[in-house]
């Protein structure tokens, strides 16, 4: 079974300028999230899909982040502008489907973002 | 709101001995459940061990135990016979469950260990 992919692996940009990322969770998992890992801490929510449903995204700088998920499948984060605190891994979970704690977060390999 | 802490930032132990990893939490929820999640150099998070809070059975997993104390709202994970392949950061992380309708609840991780297995 493949498992969650995300690309591109690293990035490296200019404060003030654009950048997107993409997931493509395990087939068949209806959620999807987005989490930042900046250097020395754990991971933080940004936004949770439910099928093309935004369940969740009270982390995320409106101003700046947008994401979505047209088809129920694959996912895009964008990043406009970005600043130099935006330096982070995005990783990109997937799980089965809703209705509790039961299921598994699979996560991706994750895009690591320097921002100069 | 969550909060979950891992006092330990780097810990090494020899090979083949056995270690453990300290987590405390922070919540005013009676059901919740915790994780131990690895994160290898190469990045990709993997599922090491999980607890359900009503249970009071310590989780395990081949090498892998728990020690869930809930009045204390601690969540200390054991690797027993450590392997060089244990050498990862590791999280704890919680997860309150939401409504049914509502998918998966988000996961509050901590700011990790680092562990180091010596050859």
């Known amino acids: 079974e493949a498992g969650v992919a995300q690309s591109p692996r690293y990035k490296i940009i200019e404060k003030r300028q654009s950048v997107a990322f993409w997931c493509n969770p395990i087939?068949?998992?209806?959620?999807l999230y987005w989490y930042q890992q900046i250097l020395g801490q754990g991971p933080k929510l940004l936004i949770q899909?439910?099928?093309?449903?935004?369940?969740?995204d009270s982390q995320l700088p409106k101003d700046r982040f947008s994401a979505e998920r047209l088809k129920g499948v694959d996912s895009t984060l964008k990043i406009q502008p970005a600043k130099l605190e935006d330096s982070a891994v995005y990783l990109c979970?997937?799980?089965?489907?809703?209705?509790?704690?039961?299921?598994?977060?699979?996560f991706g390999p994750g895009t690591r973002l320097l921002v100069l | 709101a969550q909060t979950v802490t891992q006092s330990q930032p780097e810990m090494s132990v020899q090979e083949a001995e056995t270690v453990t990893l300290s987590c405390t939490y922070d919540t005013s929820e009676n059901n919740y459940y915790l994780f131990w999640y690895k994160q290898p150099p190469s990045r990709q998070m993997i599922l090491v061990i999980r607890q359900e809070a009503y249970k009071q059975q310590n989780a395990t997993e081949n090498r892998f135990s728990v020690n869930f104390q809930k009045a204390a709202k601690s969540f200390s994970l054991k690797i027993s016979d450590s392997q060089l392949g244990d050498t990862a950061m590791y999280f704890c992380?919680?997860?309150?469950?939401?409504?049914?309708?509502?998918?998966?609840?988000?996961?509050?991780f901590g700011t990790g260990t680092r562990l180091t297995i010596i050859p």
């Open positions: 992380a919680f997860m309150k469950p939401s409504s049914p309708t509502f998918g998966n609840e988000k996961l509050t």
């Open positions: 899909f439910q099928n093309n449903g935004v369940v969740d």
């Open positions: 087939s068949g998992h209806a959620t």
């Open positions: 979970a997937s799980s089965l489907e809703g209705g509790g704690a039961q299921e598994t977060q699979y």
